[in-house]
T-cell receptor, first 121, second 110 residues
Framework: QVQLQESGPGLVKPSQTLSLTCTVSGGSISSRDYYWTWIRQPPGKGLEWIGYIYYGGSTYYNPSLKRRITMSVDTSKNQFSLKLNSVTAADTAVYFCARHRRGSMIGLDPWGQGTLITVSS | QSALTQPASVSGSPGQSITISCTGTSSDVGGYNYVSWYQQHPGKAPKLIICDVNERPSGISNRFSGSKSGNTASLTISGLQAEDEGDYYC??????????FGGGTKLTVL
């Protein structure tokens, strides 16, 4: 079955750029049936939808984060990525990647295990 | 976009039924039949339990059901079990072609 795995630096300094990658295994990222999504969860708080990308490169971002986000996809590596610039302590969170089904039975499944990103000097 | 509104907590005894509400606007919950629900246990990734308002993905117990009326969606868990304890989040498609989550509801099984 399809599995997703996030990878990232763990610790990022304020004002710098956070870079995360999600590796998809057991299925192709080039499938027309799915979007590839980033979600985050600050410690002890709820989920926040960051945005998603289609294999062809189309992107949809959370309006509140749009100015600081760039998502990309690398079909040759079966990976998609998130860059969040000008980070502050408020960006400290567990970052999840997930597959978002299109068309019908629409939802996020499966999810990666998540990776904790701490913004601190 | 504003988060959908969920109660902070609900509780129930084993065997009982509980309902969690998720209130949005006509630009999200009320405008589309694209509401999904997720269950999250501590330290784990969320798990999809309901999609398209009332559809259960393969492998999800029929004790979980979803519905919608106007701008409010609801998740009902029947025959409450200890393993159902955790956090529950709703999510909806929006008129901006984005998605939004609810603030989450902590379910306690007494």
């Amino acid at each position: 079955q399809v599995q997703l795995q996030e990878s990232g630096p763990g610790l990022v300094k304020p004002s710098q750029t956070l870079s995360l990658t999600c590796t998809v295994s057991g299925g192709s990222i080039s499938s027309r049936d799915y979007y590839w999504t980033w979600i985050r969860q600050p410690p002890g708080k709820g989920l926040e939808w960051i945005g998603y990308i289609y294999y062809g490169g189309s992107t949809y971002y959370n309006p509140s984060l749009k100015r600081r986000i760039t998502m990309s996809v690398d079909t040759s590596k079966n990976q998609f990525s998130l860059k969040l610039n000008s980070v502050t302590a408020a960006d400290t969170a567990v970052y999840f990647c997930a597959r978002h089904r299109r068309g019908s039975m629409i939802g996020l499944d499966p999810w990666g295990q998540g990776t904790l990103i701490t913004v601190s000097s | 976009q504003s988060a959908l509104t969920q109660p902070a907590s609900v509780s129930g005894s084993p065997g009982q039924s509980i309902t969690i509400s998720c209130t949005g606007t006509s630009s999200d919950v009320g405008g589309y039949n694209y509401v999904s629900w997720y269950q999250q246990h501590p330290g784990k990734a969320p798990k999809l339990i309901i999609c398209d308002v009332n559809e259960r993905p393969s492998g999800i117990s029929n004790r979980f059901s979803g519905s919608k009326s106007g701008n409010t969606a609801s998740l009902t868990i029947s025959g409450l079990q200890a393993e159902d304890e955790g956090d529950y989040y709703c999510s909806s498609y929006t008129s901006s072609s984005t998605w939004v989550f609810g603030g989450g509801t902590k379910l306690t099984v007494l």
